[in-house]
């Protein structure tokens, strides 16, 4: 029978081994961010399985808590959302540290999940604030952030980041060819996100130009 292969983080081996080796130590901590422009949630379910793993190389992906959290049906693994508002209310979060200091109901932990933090505006992370630095040993926090500045420095200060990579870079005409059709498609939201992305790599005349020959 082939050996199956270790559980990671889609597109991630070196940052998946970083995380399965601090959870092997127990040095996995009770918060981090992750952050970049890979599989964010992925990786979080990656991490909170390194939490609760039960097996002997974090996570093993076969234990029940394992299986659990990878299918999202572990009742100790929380993802934070707020479907009647834009942002994150604060009920909601309040609503986190109060069910924070009630013990876990399968695993060693509770892992709450925050899949987007642009959507947690600074009077939402000072609620959580107290939690996340003093809060009960079972509880985890994991925060998911394409820019970890996002999150306010006093949150930051409290938490490990992991990165994940950056895609690679797209080919010069492929970039040129996004642009045009970026800006063909006038919508605003689209061309910004794409010029950030061009803030270090240029788009040279000659790239543009050889657009006209297709």
Same mark, same amino acid.
């Given at each position: 029978?082939?050996?199956?292969?270790?559980?990671?983080?889609?597109?991630?081996?070196?940052?998946?081994?970083?995380?399965?080796? @601090?959870? !092997?130590?127990?040095?996995?901590?009770?918060?981090?961010?992750? =952050?970049?422009?890979?599989? #964010?949630?992925? %990786? /979080?379910?990656?991490?909170?399985?390194?939490?609760?793993?039960?097996?002997?190389?974090?996570?093993?992906?076969?234990?029940?808590?394992?299986?659990?959290?990878?299918?999202?049906?572990?009742?100790?693994?929380?993802?934070?959302?707020?479907?009647?508002?834009?942002?994150?209310?604060?009920?909601?979060?309040?609503?986190?540290?109060?069910?924070?200091?009630?013990?876990?109901?399968?695993?060693?932990?509770?892992?709450?999940?925050?899949?987007?933090?642009?959507?947690?505006?600074?009077? @939402?992370? !000072?609620?959580?604030?107290?939690?996340?630095?003093?809060?009960? =040993?079972?509880?985890?926090? #994991?925060?998911? %952030? /394409?820019?970890?500045?996002?999150?306010?420095?006093?949150?930051?200060?409290?938490?490990?980041?992991?990165?994940?990579?950056?895609?690679?870079?797209?080919?010069?005409?492929?970039?040129?060819?996004?642009?045009?059709?970026?800006?063909?498609?006038?919508?605003?939201?689209?061309?910004?996100?794409?010029?950030?992305?061009?803030?270090?790599?240029?788009?040279?005349?000659?790239?543009?130009?050889?657009?006209?020959?297709?």
């Amino acid at each position: 029978m082939d050996q199956q292969e270790p559980l990671a983080i889609p597109g991630e081996p070196r940052l998946s081994q970083r995380i399965r080796e @601090a959870a !092997n130590r127990d040095a996995l901590g009770r918060a981090a961010v992750l =952050s970049g422009q890979g599989d #964010l949630a992925a %990786a /979080a379910r990656f991490t909170a399985a390194a939490l609760l793993c039960r097996g002997g190389n974090k996570p093993c992906g076969v234990c029940p808590d394992c299986r659990k959290i990878l299918r999202d049906v572990h009742p100790d693994v929380l993802t934070v959302t707020d479907p009647e508002h834009k942002n994150v209310s604060v009920d909601v979060l309040r609503g986190v540290t109060a069910d924070a200091s009630v013990l876990p109901n399968e695993g060693r932990r509770k892992v709450y999940i925050f899949p987007d933090c642009s959507l947690l505006d600074g009077k @939402a992370q !000072n609620v959580l604030l107290k939690v996340v630095e003093d809060g009960p =040993s079972h509880a985890a926090f #994991l925060f998911c %952030a /394409a820019n970890s500045a996002s999150l306010l420095p006093t949150i930051r200060s409290r938490t490990t980041e992991w990165k994940l990579s950056p895609p690679p870079a797209a080919e010069p005409v492929e970039r040129a060819r996004e642009l045009c059709q970026a800006v063909c498609s006038r919508k605003a939201a689209e061309l910004a996100a794409f010029c950030a992305e061009l803030e270090n790599s240029k788009i040279t005349r000659e790239e543009l130009k050889s657009l006209l020959s297709d």
